[in-house]
């Protein structure tokens, strides 16, 4: 038996470290750049590289990512065990399961800090309309954009102070009329996939050989992990 690593998302970076220091987890970690899931093909390329550059000594990988745009489809094992979430993107990750993901609906729209500092949102890409255009044409565009979703939510986690995310995140709240809500984080599927508790239909376990498929992010999509 050899030893276990970690690739993981960047913008799960500040929850990961809060619950490997709470377990006093030292496996190495290897992180790939936040903002690649708006380029699934490029996210892909990524973990697998990092995941070509592991030494010999590590057996399974860790994969703290959800499928996220089918950006995980293709990847293949190699010689090692990979283990990941089974839920569809990163969101079931922050709130604990992809049963009180679904219990917001599909017209709330989610942050949290690491998710506002280095993914693609609606707040940069605010940003970027009003460098552009303008603030009146910018908020056309982002009302436009934004026309499906009826609330914003501030997960807590724990792993960051809520209070400057939910005014960050009120500023163009406010200019779009949607209230901003706080959800309740649950960090579990981490622990659990730190700790090996790897329940069937809670984790995707892929053996030496194996593939991530396209019928598995189907699968996930929607599943109802508990």
Request: glycine content about 12%.
């Amino acid at each position: 038996m050899r030893g276990s690593v970690i690739v993981a998302c960047e913008t799960l970076k500040e929850e990961l470290e809060l619950v490997m220091g709470r377990m006093a987890c030292s496996y190495p970690v290897f992180w790939a750049e936040s903002g690649l899931h708006s380029r699934p093909e490029k996210l892909r390329v990524r973990i697998a590289e990092l995941i070509g550059e592991l030494g010999t000594e590590f057996d399974t990988v860790l994969l703290l990512f959800g499928f996220c745009g089918n950006s995980l489809v293709g990847l293949t094992s190699g010689e090692r065990t990979l283990v990941m979430p089974f839920v569809p993107d990163c969101i079931p990750i922050f709130l604990g399961s992809n049963e009180k993901r679904m219990q917001y609906g599909i017209d709330t729209y989610f942050f949290t800090r690491g998710y506002l500092r280095g993914e693609k949102n609606v707040m940069n890409e605010h940003g970027y309309y009003v460098r552009r255009y303008g603030k009146e044409r910018a908020l056309k565009f982002t009302k436009m954009i934004m026309e499906h979703y009826r609330r914003f939510a501030v997960i807590d986690t724990g792993a960051f102070d809520v209070e400057p995310v939910e005014r960050e995140v009120g500023k163009v709240a406010g200019l779009l009329g949607i209230p901003v809500i706080r959800a309740e984080g649950d960090l579990g599927i981490i622990e659990d996939l730190l700790s090996g508790n790897w329940a069937p239909g809670r984790f995707m376990v892929i053996a030496p050989g194996g593939s991530i498929t396209f019928e598995d992010s189907l699968k996930a999509g929607s599943s109802q992990i508990l």
